[in-house]
């Protein structure tokens, strides 16, 4: 069954040309079942790019899905038309009333920045401490992961000697795991991040199951013991082209930034990038879906 957004979105568009099945709110309403209710909080300043990769992968779902698109009002977002976010959108405020089956929050550029500088930190805070009681699953990715690891863990972040950027190799360390459930024992995933996370710190937290590492990046998919919460630090919902959009962004900047790894074929910025994570990308918000948050959250939302 499809996701529900509304038409005017503009990923709706890009989800149409590639045959993703999408339903219209006028076509949900005649549906008598209990869609699953989902909210991306979405920190990133390409938020139509954003938008659009993690709608195309919580399109395979077993049952329809509400997305509820949230922003955070005490950031001022530069890289986006108010227009977009007082259509589609909305604030915490106008959502913390509400229960949700499961919950996304994305990556953010300012992972270079102590946590408690970045200018939302205090609204994404409650949002975390909210989520206790009114989310059943939650799925941070990248920044996310670390503020969520540093939250509700205590485990900090620490700068990179260079930035991980590139396309890396990963082994499945708990196959029968749900979450990962269907991934080959070694896989691909991409990385763009300054900062890495204390991996001592993870192993001596009992409440922490690593699912997935590199050996270059580290951990890469973790669970809390209770499956409630999970933390991605790479970018499996990343595009084909990402990488090579953030590369050229950084050299049209006059910034010093490397090739990334393992990522063009034959390390060729003119050729064309191999995409090598698609599959367990769809496995992996799949999964989630289906394990953690339809099989799991009760059927009325306020049990939660």
């Not at 059943?136 to 939250?151: D, T």
């Not at 990962?180 to 300054?194: I, K, L």
Request: aromatic residues 12%; charged residues 20%.
């Amino acid at each position: 069954m499809p996701i529900r957004i509304s038409d005017a979105l503009p990923a709706a568009k890009t989800l149409e040309m590639e045959n993703i099945f999408y339903m219209t709110e006028q076509r949900a309403l005649s549906q008598d079942i209990r869609p699953l209710e989902i909210m991306i909080v979405n920190l990133m300043p390409t938020k139509i790019q954003t938008e659009t990769q993690l709608l195309r992968l919580l399109s395979n779902t077993p049952l329809q899905v509400n997305i509820t698109l949230v922003h955070t009002a005490s950031h001022e977002s530069k890289n986006i038309a108010k227009s977009h976010l007082d259509t589609f959108y909305l604030t915490f405020d106008e959502i913390s009333h509400r229960k949700f089956d499961g919950m996304i929050v994305t990556g953010a550029p300012v992972e270079m920045m102590p946590f408690e500088e970045v200018d939302y930190w205090p609204e994404l805070c409650r949002i975390f401490e909210w989520s206790r009681t009114h989310v059943y699953s939650s799925l941070f990715i990248c920044w996310a992961a670390q503020a969520a690891l540093y939250v509700y863990h205590g485990i900090n972040k620490y700068p990179l000697k260079e930035k991980m950027f590139g396309v890396f190799d990963h082994k499945t360390l708990l196959p029968f795991h749900p979450l990962v459930r269907g991934f080959n024992d070694r896989f691909y995933a991409p990385h763009s991040r300054h900062t890495g996370i204390d991996e001592e710190a993870v192993a001596k937290d009992e409440n922490l199951i690593v699912l997935a590492e590199g050996e270059t990046p580290g951990p890469l998919i973790l669970a809390h013991a209770d499956s409630r919460r999970f933390y991605v630090t790479g970018h499996l919902e990343y595009d084909t082209e990402t990488l090579a959009g953030e590369y050229e962004r950084d050299l049209n900047r006059g910034l010093s930034i490397r090739m990334p790894d393992h990522y063009f074929q034959n390390d060729d910025p003119s050729m064309q990038p191999v995409n090598r994570w698609k599959c367990n990308a769809n496995l992996l918000f799949g999964n989630w879906l289906n394990y953690f948050v339809y099989q799991n959250t009760p059927f009325d939302l306020e049990k939660i």
